[in-house]
C-alpha cells in the first residue's frame, strides 16, 4: 500500500466534478464469482476508460486471502469454510454478515489526482460520514496495532475505520496499467466463524443498516464526488470474460493455492 495513510482531514476539492461513473446494482454471489467481477471492472477501466462503483453481498460465508498472502495458516484457522483469493493484497477476510464495496478507476489525474487525495481515505470518510448520520460514530485509525496473525480485521491500519475500539471497514487495492481497483468490507455484524469480530450493528448501529446502508452510500458517494452516476448493467462481453476469469483463477485451485 505504499507510505502509511494520513486520514485525519477528507480531502476535497480535488476531483472534477461530472465525470461519468457507472452504477452497477447490489448483488449477492459467491467468492468466485464477486473476485472475477472486480478482476473485469479493474480491466475495463485500464482498457476501455470505463469507472465503476457497486455494492454486493455473499451468498455464504467465504474467507478471501490476500494476492500474496500464503494460504496454509488461514486454510488451517478455517477448514470447513469456501475460500478464495483477491486480486488486491492484505491479510485474510471472513466475508458473511457485510456489505463490499468495489471502486475502478481509469487511469490519469482526472480519476486519480497524483497529490491531495488518497482513495481508501476517501472512501473511508464517505462511509464514516454516511454512518453518522444512522447514529454511529467512528474515527479513521491513525495508528497500526495488530491483534491476531490471519484475519484482516484484526490489524488496525492507518485509514482503516474503526468504531467502538473495533475495526469495522477496510479496503485494499490493486492496479494495472495505472487504472485502480479498490474493495473493501464494512462488517454489518459478527459472524459465528468470527465471534471476536463485532459489526456495525453489534457496536450499536440500527438494523435498518442493512436495507439503507447501501442506497445512503451511493448518495454520500455522489454528494462527496459530485460525479455523474449513471445506473447501468454488465455487457455481454464482461459477462463471458467473467465466465473465463473465474474459470482459469478463482475457481481453478492450482492458482489460489500458488502463494
Known amino acids: ?25 447490489t ?17 475495463q477501466a485500464a482498457e476501455q476508460g470505463v469507472a465503476t462503483l457497486r455494492f454486493y453481498m455473499w451468498e455464504h460465508p467465504t474467507l478471501s486471502l490476500g494476492y500474496f498472502q500464503p494460504s496454509a495458516p488461514a486454510l ?14 492484505g491479510a485474510a477476510l471472513l466475508h458473511h454478515i457485510e456489505l463490499t464495496y468495489a471502486l475502478a478507476l481509469p487511469p490519469g489525474r482526472d480519476w486519480q489526482p497524483a497529490q491531495g487525495l488518497n482513495w481508501i481515505c476517501r472512501m473511508h470518510h464517505i462511509i464514516r460520514q454516511t454512518l453518522e448520520a444512522f447514529g454511529v460514530r467512528g474515527t479513521l485509525c491513525s495508528q497500526e496495532e495488530k491483534k491476531g496473525d490471519i484475519l484482516c480485521f484484526l490489524h488496525h491500519t492507518p485509514g482503516d475505520l474503526i468504531v467502538a475500539g473495533h475495526k469495522v471497514v477496510g479496503s485494499a487495492q490493486r492496479k494495472l496499467r495505472g487504472a485502480l481497483l479498490q474493495h473493501g468490507g464494512i462488517l454489518l455484524m459478527s459472524s459465528h466463524h468470527t465471534p471476536e469480530l463485532p459489526g456495525i450493528v453489534d457496536l450499536g448501529g440500527p438494523p435498518r443498516l442493512f ?5 445512503a452510500l451511493r448518495a454520500a458517494f455522489h ?29 481453478n485451485e492450482e492458482w489460489n493455492r500458488r502463494r
Open 223 to 251: 454528494a462527496a464526488t459530485s460525479w455523474d452516476l449513471q445506473p447501468g448493467t454488465l455487457s455481454e462481453a464482461e459477462r463471458q470474460r467473467i465466465t473465463e476469469i473465474r474459470a482459469q483463477r478463482y475457481e
Open 1 to 25: 500500500m505504499g507510505q502509511p495513510l494520513n486520514c485525519d482531514r477528507p480531502e476535497s476539492g480535488v476531483l472534477p466534478a461530472g465525470l461519468p461513473c457507472r452504477l452497477l446494482p
Open 211 to 215: 436495507d439503507e446502508l447501501a442506497p
Open 27 to 43: 448483488q449477492i454471489g459467491d467468492g468466485p464469482g464477486q473476485m472475477a467481477l472486480d478482476d473485469v471492472l479493474l480491466e
Open 76 to 89: 488451517a484457522a478455517y477448514p470447513d469454510i469456501p475460500w478464495v483469493r483477491r486480486p488486491s493484497g
